[in-house]
């Protein structure tokens, strides 16, 4: 049986407003075949450095492949992700989960076209990701490795400044989660909806109300992943969407598959990725 661990880390002091968690994925190798590796959108940007063995991950209908000692970032996800490490080995992977205010404040991208994507660090920042990589691979512990991300990290940080409209926006959707309106938001900023969704472009790599429907969703998988059953999350499920029809495309939507095939296959990796 194969077994998997995650042991969480505290970031340092500094980072902890921008990162949602940081942690360490280990595994004896694969899921069984017929055990499915679902991981759902929970509207974080991971970076992601794998220092044993590699992943494969299905986003959409694309097919990323994560080689060993390899640094990359995963951008905004709003499709499900099939992942299984590349080979059937013991495995090791440190995953830094950013939060929607977080990611921006260390990488100016073209996030719009990172989004569903998985990208190769250096690709996007240039010499200072790759002589991270480098570092990265030469460590000798995981703890080193952990050290080398945050100095990274924290130096990066040194010369970041705050969207003050934008955290504002992506506090009160989170705050509601989910549940205030784009239009809502233009009272309450003065800016319009046009302006808005290109401030949610640049620093998030998708619209106001895309983020809104992921949050929202996440509320209701975070108590269904943790193992309660559909009759006991039907008001749950009301206070979320209008009615069953649209509570369904949203389902299916964000996990691939229907509420009866799911709950037969949910899985440790499954849960621990969402929650932990």
Same mark, same amino acid.
């Given at each position: 049986m194969t077994e998997f661990r995650f042991n969480s880390v505290m970031p340092h002091l500094s980072l902890q407003p921008y990162i949602a968690k940081m942690w360490v994925f280990e595994s004896s190798g694969r899921l069984p075949?017929?055990?499915? &590796?679902?991981?759902?959108?929970?509207?974080?940007? &991971?970076?992601?450095?794998?220092?044993?063995?590699g992943i494969v991950a299905n986003v959409g209908d694309k097919t990323f492949s994560q080689c060993e000692n390899e640094l990359t970032l995963t951008g905004m996800i709003d499709t499900p992700v099939i992942l299984d490490p590349s080979d059937d080995a013991q495995t090791g992977t440190i995953i830094i989960e950013?939060?929607?205010? @977080?990611?921006?404040?260390?990488?100016?991208?073209p996030y719009t076209e990172v989004k569903n994507q998985i990208i190769g660090?250096?690709?996007?920042v240039g010499k200072r990701a790759e002589a991270l990589r480098v570092q990265l691979a030469e460590a000798g512990s995981v703890a080193i490795r952990l050290q080398l991300l945050q100095n990274f990290l924290i130096k990066l940080l040194e010369?970041?400044?705050?969207?003050?409209?934008?955290?504002?926006?992506?506090?009160?959707?989170?705050?509601?989660? @989910?549940h205030v309106s784009v239009a809502q938001l233009e009272?309450?900023?003065?800016?319009?909806?046009?302006?808005?969704?290109? &401030?949610?472009?640049?620093?998030?790599?998708?619209?106001? &109300?895309?983020?809104s429907e992921i949050v929202r969703f996440k509320?209701?998988?975070?108590?269904?992943?943790? @193992?309660?059953?559909l009759e006991s999350l039907k008001a749950e499920i009301y206070d979320h969407y209008?009615?069953?029809?649209?509570?369904?495309?949203?389902f299916k939507r964000f996990t691939g598959t229907t509420l009866t095939e799911l709950q037969n296959s949910v899985n440790e990796l499954s849960t621990k990725n969402f929650t932990s």
């Amino acid at each position: 049986m194969t077994e998997f661990r995650f042991n969480s880390v505290m970031p340092h002091l500094s980072l902890q407003p921008y990162i949602a968690k940081m942690w360490v994925f280990e595994s004896s190798g694969r899921l069984p075949v017929q055990e499915r &590796k679902l991981i759902v959108p929970n509207a974080n940007f &991971k970076l992601t450095f794998s220092y044993r063995n590699g992943i494969v991950a299905n986003v959409g209908d694309k097919t990323f492949s994560q080689c060993e000692n390899e640094l990359t970032l995963t951008g905004m996800i709003d499709t499900p992700v099939i992942l299984d490490p590349s080979d059937d080995a013991q495995t090791g992977t440190i995953i830094i989960e950013f939060n929607p205010q @977080g990611a921006y404040r260390f990488f100016r991208l073209p996030y719009t076209e990172v989004k569903n994507q998985i990208i190769g660090l250096s690709d996007l920042v240039g010499k200072r990701a790759e002589a991270l990589r480098v570092q990265l691979a030469e460590a000798g512990s995981v703890a080193i490795r952990l050290q080398l991300l945050q100095n990274f990290l924290i130096k990066l940080l040194e010369n970041s400044e705050a969207d003050q409209i934008y955290d504002y926006c992506i506090s009160r959707i989170l705050n509601t989660n @989910g549940h205030v309106s784009v239009a809502q938001l233009e009272k309450e900023t003065g800016y319009s909806a046009r302006w808005l969704h290109r &401030k949610f472009a640049e620093n998030l790599g998708t619209g106001a &109300k895309n983020f809104s429907e992921i949050v929202r969703f996440k509320q209701f998988y975070q108590v269904y992943s943790s @193992g309660a059953n559909l009759e006991s999350l039907k008001a749950e499920i009301y206070d979320h969407y209008y009615d069953q029809s649209h509570f369904i495309r949203a389902f299916k939507r964000f996990t691939g598959t229907t509420l009866t095939e799911l709950q037969n296959s949910v899985n440790e990796l499954s849960t621990k990725n969402f929650t932990s």
